[in-house]
């Protein structure tokens, strides 16, 4: 892992994931969390205030050393116990069945082997077990998959291996059965090429 990967990175986007209606996002995603816990790319913990007291605990996953350090703070100030792992979605350390929720928040974008991590999630999840999530994706307007597929190996370089253009629902479809999915534009009345990563996918999921 590179410093830019280490260092930059995780500074750039604890600040531009902080913000006011990221917070609302985070808090209607989580609102049916409880029990065991397992959240994948954790980052810097701005998770955290929003989980409701139906949590006992929370395992946190994350590959990047440089995220883990910054989320230190959120994690001591925590009323919800969290364990934190610096490893990978791709291969979990954890038995079958092992939690009542799972949850990623603009997460799936980023891992190289997304279907394995899926799978991985599936398989630790207790049956009849929640996934929640939230994740920008491929936009339903062709014009703007366009733009998302022009710019998508810059935005890979850029944002640390950031995808803009995975169909989550297709994704998600064969790992969970979906209880609810939102589908929805952030500037729907953007110009085109800024539409590139606004398009959201919000829902549950049940083993």
Not at 26 to 34: F, I
Not at 121 to 137: D, S, Y
Request: with cysteine.
């Amino acid at each position: 892992m590179g410093l830019y990967s280490r260092y930059i990175v995780p500074r750039l986007l604890n600040r531009a994931m902080a913000g006011e209606m990221f917070q609302e996002w985070r808090a209607q995603t989580l609102v049916g969390a409880k029990g065991e816990v397992l959240e994948i790319g954790f980052g810097s913990g701005l998770n955290l205030p929003h989980y409701p007291a139906e949590v006992s605990r929370i395992t946190a996953a994350d590959p990047n050393p440089g995220m883990g350090k910054l989320a230190q703070k959120r994690i001591k100030a925590s009323a919800i116990p969290v364990e934190h792992h610096i490893i990978s979605g791709e291969k979990l350390p954890f038995e079958d069945n092992s939690f009542d929720t799972v949850v990623s928040t603009w997460t799936l974008c980023s891992i190289p082997k997304v279907e394995q991590a899926l799978g991985e999630l599936r398989r630790v999840l207790k049956p009849g077990g929640q996934f929640l999530f939230i994740e920008h994706g491929l936009n339903p307007n062709p014009k703007v998959q366009r733009w998302q597929n022009r710019l998508n190996p810059l935005q890979k370089t850029v944002a640390d291996g950031c995808n803009l253009n995975r169909n989550m629902r297709a994704l998600i479809e064969p790992y969970f059965q979906l209880q609810t999915l939102k589908e929805f534009n952030v500037a729907e009345n953007a110009p085109t090429m800024f539409q590139v990563a606004d398009y959201m996918y919000q829902g549950v999921g049940v083993k």
